[in-house]
């Protein structure tokens, strides 16, 4: 009976297949207590796969899906190479370079392993990326290179984190990083930073010749299969890699018959290592077919029409509110655009239309904007918003975001438009199920792009189609009803679905909102051209064709008032097939901002541009001499109600000279009033021109 205890006492006692402390050579124990500290206490595939080999003086190229655990599986072993080395680093040396494609993913890293960094009492990290060109800006994501070695002279960091053009930047103008003792380089996302291109990048060029080549080099990523692409093998000893182990991890989906004779389903990673000598790979189990995302992620898609795209978003946003989800849209002034308008229609905590608050937000959807473009405080501020919220947020981003992101609680992917490289699909869908949690995904396609599904199943992306009782796949009203909860729907849909059970045409309030502000007017031009030249970029260009694209209901989904300028739309004319202009009543030049200061810039140039004349000011004048005449003959229609005639019956000749003998002493009364000094000259002119005023007070002539 005692040996049977102590027997159990010793099984207790040791660590569980897969713990972190089973690996060789061991982990010091301030690492196992950080990783105790998050409650990592097995390690992934991945982690397995990788630490040992790194600690072993290994170099690798990881291919793992994501949310598998990659980024500890290079930060455990570079911390541990650095506090083992033998001799310690000097004040400007550093031990360690880890480069990532983005800013926020850097950020995120760094967070990381300040945190690591801090369990075994090092030197946290120094975190270089762009952002900031003054000495003004604060924060330790955007602040000017100049405070960041600062930092790096009073702490004497180990470990550099950040993105390739400011690490270059620092090697190339500042004299201030030691890389002779670099023992690790590690490039996250390298499919991005050194596969994405047939030749290497010369910024990731110009940063390698700077490194010792007596190092260890790890690279990972979430798309790249280094174990069956042999064209790579030349980049890896490009990168300095000798001999690396090549290590993908795979999602495989077995079917085990059960007792009953009954097929059932589970789950299983796969792992294949190689060397690049003999590229001995692992035998994978037999009857299981690898797969490149989360089996805890169910993707779907929805084929639609290309105008209706932006209804059935807000449909699915008001229906999944109470959830996480990020937007991803092709462009990042498609992110404006639509991500700002969006923001007013259906954000209580930016919107500032009453009106629609009572309809569309009774329990509030927060909506946030992150593009490459946006300065980088706001960028980060608003993955810092993303991230405190629980519920009822969604990110309206580029693929800026695709990459690393770790922001565990989101539910829903949803992309508006499919990436352009089809590689990207897999990292935009990996900001959901991210380790083990359950998610989803959501992809827009409208009927020509269909095949794109047959693609991704190809690629081992499995896609299906969206559920029925979605709200979002109901139909659309376009006819302008009242809007009324049906008896058969929820009352939380009242605002979505009409008394006939579809979905309201959603495009004319964002076209409100471009007929009373000048910001959406310019942001819409820009997105739809923006959205054109990067259509015609797709990688799968036999799927996205551009001459397939319906250039007329794009117009129509941006909100367009008129047709821009642009090469593409050269042979249409100003005319396009599915798409409406606004008419001559529409004094595209009178829509002013709502910004005051922006209003007065603006007036004070168009002033000046009418004042030089020239092609444009000729434009300019002729587009408010139509919207004048439509205004004239609005009021002549009012008056004649007025009066008690038919506007709509022919004028006789007689009285047709009445009218005009009317008009003539209407003006004549005018002009002795301006005789008499009871008007100005430009109430004058006002009244019988009609005049654009500048802000100085000036009037100029129509």
């Given at each position: 009976m005692q040996k049977s205890s102590n027997h159990k006492q010793q099984q207790q006692q040791q660590p569980q297949i897969g713990s972190f402390r089973n690996i060789q050579p061991p982990l010091s124990q301030g690492v196992l207590d950080f990783?105790?500290?998050?409650?990592?206490?097995?390690?992934?595939?991945?982690?397995?796969?990788?630490?040992?080999?790194?600690?072993?003086?290994k170099d690798v190229a990881v291919q793992a899906i994501t949310g598998s655990g990659k980024t500890l599986a290079f930060l455990v072993p570079t911390v541990e190479r650095i506090r083992q080395r033998a001799t310690p680093l000097l004040k400007r040396q550093i031990g360690a370079l880890i480069l990532s494609p983005t800013r926020e993913l850097a950020l995120q890293t760094w967070t990381v392993c300040s945190e690591l960094c801090q369990s075994v009492q090092m030197a946290p990290p120094l975190l270089l990326v762009g952002g900031a060109s003054s000495g003004k800006s604060s924060g330790v994501n955007h602040r000017p290179v100049t405070e960041d070695l600062k930092s790096f002279h009073r702490e004497a960091n180990d470990i550099v984190i950040g993105t390739p053009g400011r690490i270059e930047d620092v090697l190339t103008r500042y004299n201030v990083l030691d890389v002779s003792e670099l023992d690790i380089l590690i490039l996250d996302e390298a499919d991005v930073l050194l596969f994405g291109r047939t030749i290497m990048d010369p910024t990731i060029a110009s940063i390698l010749n700077r490194l010792p080549k007596m190092r260890r080099t790890g690279i990972f990523s979430a798309t790249t299969t280094f174990t069956s692409n042999k064209s790579i093998k030349p980049l890896l000893q490009r990168a300095g890699m000798r001999n690396p182990v090549l290590i993908n991890v795979q999602v495989a989906a077995v079917a085990p018959v059960s007792s009953t004779g009954a097929i059932g389903t589970s789950d299983e990673l796969v792992l294949s290592k190689s060397d690049t000598k003999n590229d001995a790979t692992k035998s994978k189990k037999s009857g299981s077919s690898a797969t490149y995302t989360p089996t805890s992620l169910t993707n779907y898609y929805l084929v639609t029409k290309l105008e209706?795209?932006?209804?059935?978003?807000?449909?699915?946003?008001?229906?999944?509110?109470?959830?996480?989800?990020?937007?991803?849209?092709?462009?990042?002034?498609?992110?404006?655009?639509?991500?700002?308008?969006?923001?007013?229609?259906?954000?209580?905590?930016?919107?500032?239309?009453?009106?629609?608050?009572?309809?569309?937000?009774?329990?509030?959807?927060?909506?946030?904007l992150l593009?490459?473009?946006?300065?980088?405080?706001?960028?980060?501020?608003?993955?810092?918003?993303?991230?405190?919220?629980?519920t009822g947020?969604?990110?309206?981003?580029?693929?800026?975001?695709?990459?690393?992101?770790?922001?565990?609680?989101?539910?829903?992917?949803?992309?508006?438009?499919?990436?352009?490289?089809?590689?990207?699909?897999?990292?935009?869908?990996?900001?959901?199920?991210?380790?083990?949690?359950?998610g989803s995904s959501l992809l827009f396609l409208t009927e020509k792009e269909e095949s794109y599904v047959d693609l991704?199943?190809?690629?081992?992306?499995?896609?299906q189609e969206l559920p029925e009782t979605e709200v979002c796949r109901r139909d659309i009203e376009y006819a302008s009803n009242e809007h009324s909860s049906a008896d058969n729907f929820n009352e939380e849909d009242a605002s979505l679905i009409n008394d006939k059970g579809n979905i309201t045409y959603y495009l004319p309030n964002i076209r409100g909102l471009v007929l009373k502000d000048r910001d959406f007017?310019?942001?819409?031009?820009?997105?739809?051209?923006?959205?054109?030249?990067?259509y015609k970029e797709h990688v799968c260009r036999f799927i996205f064709r551009f001459a397939s694209l319906d250039l007329g209901h794009l117009a129509t989904s941006f909100c367009l008032l008129r047709l821009p300028k642009m090469p593409e739309l050269r042979d249409c004319k100003g005319k396009l097939k599915h798409f409406i202009s606004a008419g001559p009543e529409v004094d595209i030049y009178a829509i002013s901002y709502i910004d005051k200061a922006r209003e007065a810039a603006r007036k004070k140039r168009l002033a000046a541009e009418l004042a030089a004349g020239g092609k444009n000011a000729k434009q300019i004048m002729a587009e408010q001499k139509k919207a004048d005449q439509v205004r004239r003959q609005k009021e002549r229609r009012q008056a004649a109600i007025e009066k008690g005639r038919n506007p709509d019956k022919k004028r006789g000749r007689n009285a047709q000279i009445v009218d005009e003998w009317e008009e003539l002493a209407k003006e004549e009364r005018l002009y002795k009033k301006f005789r008499r000094g009871k008007i100005t000259k430009e109430e004058y002119d006002e009244h019988m021109f009609g005049s654009f005023k500048t802000s100085d007070g000036t009037s100029n002539k129509k």
């Open positions: 990783l105790d500290s998050k409650n990592f206490h097995t390690m992934t595939p991945v982690q397995e796969a990788t630490i040992p080999l790194f600690l072993q003086n209706e795209k932006i209804c059935r978003l807000v449909a699915f946003l008001q229906s999944h509110r109470h959830e996480k989800t990020i937007v991803f849209f092709l462009t990042c002034a498609c992110v404006d655009f639509y991500g700002s308008a969006l923001q007013q229609l259906l954000d209580n905590t930016k919107g500032n239309n009453d009106s629609n608050k009572d309809n569309n937000t009774r329990e509030g959807l927060t909506i946030e593009h490459g473009k946006l300065v980088q405080k706001r960028r980060e501020k608003a993955m810092e918003r993303f991230r405190e919220c629980r947020v969604a990110l309206f981003a580029t693929d800026v975001a695709a990459r690393g992101l770790d922001v565990t609680d989101i539910n829903w992917v949803v992309q508006v438009d499919a990436p352009q490289d089809p590689s990207q699909f897999v990292h935009r869908v990996g900001r959901s199920a991210r380790a083990g949690r359950q991704l199943s190809n690629r081992q992306v499995p896609l007017l310019e942001k819409g031009t820009k997105a739809f051209t923006s959205y054109i030249r990067a």
